[in-house]
């Protein structure tokens, strides 16, 4: 691919309000913007999506820059590469660190398909020209989260997703209910239950929810399986599918009825993509979920959604729903219900330099040539 140059972007923006889930208050999001650059001048864009604290995986952006320059990066500067696909055999011998492969290997991808001037989703057999959008509500406030409905609702999303634990679950779903009847919702838990929570996990049902979402362990697949059977609402798994190995247990154990893939926590497209795969192999409908990211993220997650298994609208929103100013040019638009897919080449976005400096603490150059 005749690189030349890495450059890691770290950033730093406060949310527009803060994130609230049942482990933790995001009120700051840190990434790094990873770029890569070839010796024609082409430039493809990864973004890392660890958290500052380890709260939803092990890995924080911190341990992403150990990961980065200490070994994902001197690992494809000792071993020239021709495709983004070798990086699977390359990267073998680092155990997990997935947010921090994901990050370099979605850079790879965007400038691979740069220099052969197609669309990304093109490469992995995405056609869709437009996403369904679907957005999270995640705050402690009642009143503050039927407000938010009511705003997104002018947005037209196709999904509404609310973050629950068992001390809200009820009162929020009873009063999301009571005033919109019909809309396509869904609940995340963050792993706030466990099986003793079986019988008030049942009262849930009632709410014809689309799905609940990690109710068990953030590690757990068995007792998933065992909870699905007792409950008629769909579980979706989120972080219990680390890989297509976890995703192919779930499947076997009849854990869940439903998968939110998240490039990001599986290592990126090629794993993200063989779960996919996998799924529809097996008629287990798929989504695409987020991270609270920047447009970078976003934009992939975009061109990962246009493939055929993604059935149901992911949390796949506006620039706007988090960031006074996004780093991509144009930002992600939200206009009745749909995400126009871009046809660019690549992930289909430019990078706004303006706005990417602005949010600028701290930047190093790897020099791949030579
Ligand atoms: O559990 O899906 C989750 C955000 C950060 C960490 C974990 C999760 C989330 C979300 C998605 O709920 C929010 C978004 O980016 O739209
Ligand atoms: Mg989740």
Redesign the pocket.
């Known amino acids: 691919m005749k690189l030349s140059k890495v450059n890691l972007h770290l950033i730093s923006s406060p949310l527009k309000k803060p994130f609230e889930t049942s482990l933790e208050v995001v009120r700051n999001r840190e990434a790094i913007i990873v770029e890569t650059i070839d010796q024609d001048g082409n430039c493809g864009y990864g973004e890392v999506v660890a958290f500052s604290s380890p709260w939803?995986t092990e890995e924080t952006i911190k341990t992403c820059l150990h990961m980065l320059k200490d070994f994902l990066i001197p690992a494809i500067k000792s071993k020239p590469i021709s495709h983004p696909s070798q990086l699977e055999s390359i990267f073998v011998k680092f155990r997990g660190n997935r947010m921090a492969k994901a990050g370099l290997e979605g850079a790879l991808w965007d400038l691979y398909a740069k220099q052969r001037n197609i669309p990304l989703y093109e490469l992995f057999g995405g056609s869709r020209k437009s996403v369904q959008a679907g957005v999270?509500i995640?705050s402690k406030s009642v009143t503050d989260a039927m407000f938010s409905i009511e705003e997104y609702e002018k947005e037209g999303y196709q999904r509404y997703?609310i973050k629950i634990s068992p001390e809200s679950d009820l009162s929020f779903l009873k009063e999301i209910r009571q005033n919109y009847p019909h809309i396509p919702l869904m609940a995340?838990a963050?792993s706030a239950y466990s099986l003793k929570d079986l019988q008030h996990l049942k009262k849930l049902d009632e709410f014809n929810l689309m799905m609940i979402?990690q109710p068990l362990g953030h590690d757990d697949i068995v007792e998933h399986s065992e909870l699905q059977q007792s409950l008629m609402t769909p579980i979706c798994l989120?972080e219990s599918i680390t890989s297509y190995h976890a995703a192919k247990s779930a499947l076997a154990l009849k854990s869940c009825q439903i998968i939110?893939i998240k490039m990001s926590r599986v290592g990126g497209w090629m794993e993200a993509v063989k779960i996919h795969n996998l799924c529809v192999k097996n008629n287990i409908p798929v989504w695409c979920?987020?991270?609270?990211?920047f447009g970078i993220s976003r934009a992939h997650n975009l061109a990962l959604a246009t493939l055929p298994g993604f059935t149901i609208p992911g949390?796949l929103?506006s620039s706007s729903r988090f960031w006074e100013w996004d780093i991509i040019e144009p930002e992600i638009q939200v206009k009745n219900g749909q995400i126009i897919v871009p046809h660019k080449p690549g992930i289909g976005f430019e990078v706004n330099r303006k706005h990417l400096i602005k949010l600028l603490v701290h930047k190093e150059s790897i020099v791949l040539d030579r």
């Open positions: 939803y999270v995640a997703k995340d963050n979402e989120d939110n979920g987020g991270m609270i990211e949390d929103s």
